[in-house]
């Protein structure tokens, strides 16, 4: 079992900057592909980012792609997402979630969330236009 809490979330306006911080205790973190999603109001829960337990790759929706970054800190058990040029569409909640792959490459990671056992309670993210 792993635990994931979030942090980092708020109100921010279109253009600006958040980063989001999920801290995870419970098992080893580098057992691990990490990965975030983000669910906006009246729609499914959708794919952001990915990144592989050893932190070498890395992969985003496209509507991210080259506004946000997921980075792993595996001696600190946290995972982050940095949001640049964030946008009104960004608006969601924000969720962290942890994919058991210790058996996997340390470079496997997963973009669907099925593969996603373990998940925290997210973290809401508001941008204003």
């Known amino acids: 079992q792993v635990h994931l809490v979030e942090s980092g979330g708020g109100v921010v306006q279109a253009g600006g900057s958040l980063r989001l911080s999920c801290a995870a205790s419970?098992?080893?973190?580098?057992?691990?592909?990490m990965g975030w999603f983000r669910q906006a109001p009246g729609k499914e829960r959708e794919f952001a980012a990915t990144i592989s337990r050893t932190g070498d790759m890395s992969y985003y929706q496209d509507s991210v792609k080259g506004r946000f970054t997921i980075s792993r800190d595996n001696d600190k058990n946290t995972v982050y997402l940095q949001m640049n040029g964030l946008k009104p569409e960004d608006t969601a909640v924000y969720y962290c979630a942890a994919d058991y792959s210790r058996y996997f490459s340390g470079s496997y990671y997963s973009a669907s969330e099925d593969a996603y056992g373990y998940w925290g309670q997210g973290t809401q993210v508001t941008v204003s236009s």
């Open positions: 419970g098992r080893t973190f580098s057992d691990y592909a």
